[in-house]
């Protein structure tokens, strides 16, 4: 079992920056791939981008592209996604969520379905 847990979020005005955080604990961190989604209100969870167990590869959604950076730090059993430039459209809560990986760079997949493990999510609302 993975555990994993949420932090961060919070209210910022558009063209702002926040940086959330997923501490992970209960087996070894640097062998899951990981990645952020995100869930706004009366929409489906949506992909926001991937890491690799290794932090060597990573892979975003177009709308992420440019504007948010995924990182992880497996000393501290932790992964993060930088938002930058954030808009309206970003309000969300964002989720973290880890899949088990096999090779040092998989990066996992962009569906819901592929990770196995999931943090409770935490609130991200951008003011316009």
């Known amino acids: 079992q993975v555990q994993l847990v949420e932090s961060g979020g919070g209210l910022v005005q558009a063209g702002g920056s926040l940086r959330l955080g997923c501490a992970a604990s209960?087996?070894?961190?640097?062998?899951?791939?990981m990645a952020w989604f995100r869930q706004a209100p009366g929409k489906e969870r949506e992909f926001v981008g991937a890491?690799?167990?290794?932090?060597?590869?990573?892979y975003y959604a177009d709308f992420a592209k440019g504007r948010f950076t995924i990182s992880r730090d497996n000393g501290k059993n932790t992964v993060y996604l930088q938002m930058s430039s954030l808009k309206p459209e970003d309000t969300a809560v964002y989720y973290c969520?880890?899949?088990?990986?096999?090779?040092?760079?998989?990066?996992?997949?962009?569906?819901?379905?592929?990770?196995?493990?999931w943090g409770q999510g935490t609130q991200v609302t951008v003011s316009s």
């Open positions: 969520a880890a899949t088990h990986s096999y090779t040092s760079e998989y990066v996992g997949g962009s569906a819901s379905y592929d990770y196995e493990y």
């Open positions: 209960g087996r070894t961190f640097s062998a899951y791939a």
């Open positions: 890491i690799s167990s290794s932090g060597g590869s990573t």
